[in-house]
């Protein structure tokens, strides 16, 4: 039988700025406009987090989407909820927290935490009409 | 020129339990929690379904959508809407009701009424937040 | 300055029927046709609580949202998610649980945890396309 | 013939925290808990404004809806969006920049721009599941 | 015991151009821009009914939402789905099809299939940005 | 690092009617159904452009979602939006503008404006539950 796929969605509300801190003011503005304004802007972040895998015979469940909740919760939205990723996130300190890099570094918290045999996927909502899919 | 998919989304609300018979009670309650209480409870299941292969250059479809909403509306929803998945549909006498083994017997269902040149993929939403997709 | 309407939304899962004890069965299958199928069917119902009153100039607040959240989650939630609501819930024992019904029985179950002063009215969703309010 | 509403829908994406800067930090904290972090989180804030009057038999407009979405974007979007609500809106200064209160100040904005013989509603969604009403 | 709201969601695909067909050509252009353009356009209209009063005992219904959803098919979904609004239905031979136009034709074509003691409101999304609401 | 996928999502609303120049009228209808309907009908089109590649470094974006805006707006929007796909859009003179077609013709057009090492898909909704994907 093939693989199938479980999908679980969460949501989380931060602010955030595009900032390269390896650019001048200058280039900054010129890269990110309105979205580095300096006292930062926000969205509600949604992000559903995609498993594949064999279907266990037992359970009928591929991962059991509560314990998915559970583990986005504690590894993704107790560190970016309610928070600016930019002062707050220890991987945003260098890191320009576009939703590409978010995407990223949500995948680099529960690729260890899902089990190997799993592919992982991450697809994050900046806002309805952008959002981003890694890996693609 | 590259294949083409066609989606199409239909819905029906049906009540199930997860429970696996060959396990004990104690067993399903300590897997399943509240989604296995006895007595059912329901969703408003909406199911998308993707046929991909060549465009017809007569008709300028890969398959009729009409065609397909009523191949799933025979099929699929004349057998779960306004069920109980476990008690009334045949599939599930043996089979755990979960959002997995849903879509799997969907896709059985209609895999062999689409053109076996046409690929063939099933979205199934138990809630906004939890959905499952097959074969991944 | 004029009163001011705080909406909070909930979801619970939960199977029921359309019937009415009071009639016989030709009566209730005649009334409500498929949705009075013996083994129940289910929805995914979504419960918009409004609350209207005077703004608090210290909070901001009509109500906190997390207080109108837990409260529903109390008082509505822990009595009807994932459960049957003719066989689980006392108060549809002898009441038919149509949208209608059950957007009074939450308006009632609701209104005297909320301050007198506050309006309430109910917004209940069985599917995307049927939904009910109460009061009108 | 009754009155007609016309409904414009337009987003804005800001950062904001709770905080009465008439309260000390202790009692900021106990109100708005995670919401009044000190480095901000945002919102991706979703305005409906309602416009209530006659038809116009010329138009069979009660406003046009492109001139309602010009004013908002003039008078809301330029001051609101990928801004700080708290340190770049002036009306927030010593405002608390809740769901209710940023629903009164562009109620307030929009006031002397539309026709004083129509009627004027602010609905402000801050999640999907959280959203206020002005005037209830 | 107050009255109780069932609203029923229904959708019909139509082409239509702003026009009216008592002002000049430049007029038209002037009020209506690219909403004017002589080869129609057109939407994914949603319609919204509803209806309010009170409710009957016996079924736990102010209206079947199935009679009700029969009834915008037979009147309303007949006349205008997949038609053009300004060349096909003979309402629009002179009234200009705005959203606002549209909705009060609705509310009339429904008006008196209605039991009188029952309030009626329509409620007519154009797009996801713009809607109308009769009488308001 | 593996490839990233960044989405736009833009809107046009248009007329269309199926029809084939090549058929007959009765092969048309035939075929086509009330989507034949000589007077045309029309849809509020959403259309997803996923652009897919490797990350830049420096920015953090794969290419930046303004840009992407812009570029739909100019190639896809400019041509369709309020527009008689039939009547005003040279591409559809001979073609019929079923939505698998359309999805093509925005495919042929944004594939010379985006840089060729990136991976370009075309998702277009017609309505909520009929949409293609291309390619797929």
Do not use: Q, W
Request: charged share 25%.
């Amino acid at each position: 039988m093939s693989k199938i796929a479980v999908y679980r969605k969460e949501h989380f509300n931060a602010a955030h700025r595009l900032h390269n801190p390896a650019l001048s003011a200058e280039e900054n503005a010129g890269l990110f406009g309105k979205c580095n304004l300096p006292n930062y802007h926000g969205h509600n972040y949604e992000v559903i987090v995609r498993v594949a895998g064999d279907l266990d015979p037992i359970t009928g469940y591929v991962i059991d989407t509560k314990t998915l909740s559970t583990l986005i919760k504690m590894e993704v939205l107790e560190r970016f909820d309610h928070r600016n990723l930019n002062l707050d996130v220890p991987e945003f300190k260098t890191l320009n927290p576009t939703a590409e890099n978010i995407a990223v570094v949500i995948y680099n918290l529960l690729r260890p935490k899902i089990d190997s045999k799993h592919d992982l996927k991450i697809t994050l909502y900046e806002t309805e009409r952008n959002f981003v899919e890694y890996p693609a």
